[in-house]
């Protein structure tokens, strides 16, 4: 988000007085200024923005200067002055959707996350174009600023548009995870490994997901087998008798889950150890 614009607009200068000093130094620095622009040396152009701006005398300039004097704020790290200047260039309705882009982009440096927001959906607003974007960048920062109803809607946005969609399905996925929706999470985890096959962060992440659950069914299963040696070793029943068997099927069963889920665990990620340990264990127990 923190990309500097290459076209800046051109000022023309309306000269409405006879002060003839205070209009030439105005008019001198306001056109150094748009060759600094130019430079890319946006520090000094600032400065001569505001040293233009502040002597400015009965002189007129547009209004549509003020997104170039946000835009040189910006870009010298200037935030407040950024924002200050390109509300005035959307109150004078010039380079309206690009001003709310910048003051989203400024309002994000500052880590205001509602601002940010808010001036992203301003800019989706304004913009006659494409706006994919916009809507990716919106939410990022509703993610960071924990507004995650709109987080998930963005992303869903950007996924459905193809920008950045792989990493959009991944932090739709976080951002349930992150209000507690665990079945939100899985979901989507499916969807983005389905969707997307060969994204490492969603695999790892599902593949972690179902190495949880097999380690549960897993540990259902042991706490069972465990439970019948124990009526065993105390005598209240033999390895012989119909009861025990049924205790060792309902075991094999959940054995049989957790390897089906652990073989998917597997298949994502094969550098998770745990999944393949987890998935021996099983294997090794089914022979009981």
Request: aromatic content about 10%.
């Amino acid at each position: 988000m923190g990309l500097k614009m290459k076209r800046f607009l051109s000022i023309g200068i309306l000269i409405l007085t006879a002060v003839v000093v205070n209009a030439q130094d105005a008019a001198d620095k306001i056109n150094q200024a748009n060759e600094a622009m130019q430079a890319k040396d946006y520090a000094k152009a600032f400065e001569l923005y505001e040293g233009a701006m502040n002597n400015l005398g009965d002189v007129q300039v547009p209004d549509a200067i003020n997104y170039n004097i946000g835009l040189a704020a910006y870009n010298s790290d200037n935030f407040e002055k950024a924002i200050e200047y390109l509300d005035k260039a959307i109150a004078a309705e010039a380079n309206v959707a690009k001003s709310h882009d910048y003051k989203a982009r400024s309002y994000n440096k500052l880590k205001d996350y509602p601002n940010t927001v808010a001036s992203y959906e301003a800019a989706i607003a304004a913009s006659d174009g494409d706006s994919k974007t916009l809507k990716y960048n919106a939410g990022i920062a509703a993610y960071r600023g924990e507004i995650f109803d709109k987080a998930i809607s963005y992303f869903s946005q950007s996924v459905e548009l193809g920008y950045k969609a792989e990493t959009a399905q991944y932090y739709k996925a976080v951002v349930c995870n992150k209000q507690g929706d665990k079945a939100g999470y899985k979901q989507a985890l499916v969807e983005g490994a389905e969707k997307f096959p060969t994204d490492n962060k969603i695999g790892a992440a599902l593949a972690k997901l179902y190495v949880s659950e097999g380690n549960g069914l897993y540990k259902k299963g042991v706490a069972v087998l465990n439970a019948a040696n124990e009526k065993v070793n105390g005598g209240a029943m033999k390895t012989t008798d119909a009861e025990y068997t049924a205790e060792v099927e309902k075991v094999k069963v959940e054995f049989q889950a957790a390897s089906e889920v652990l073989e998917k665990a597997v298949q994502l990620d094969a550098s998770n150890e745990n999944a393949s340990k987890l998935l021996d264990a099983c294997k090794q127990s089914l022979t009981i």
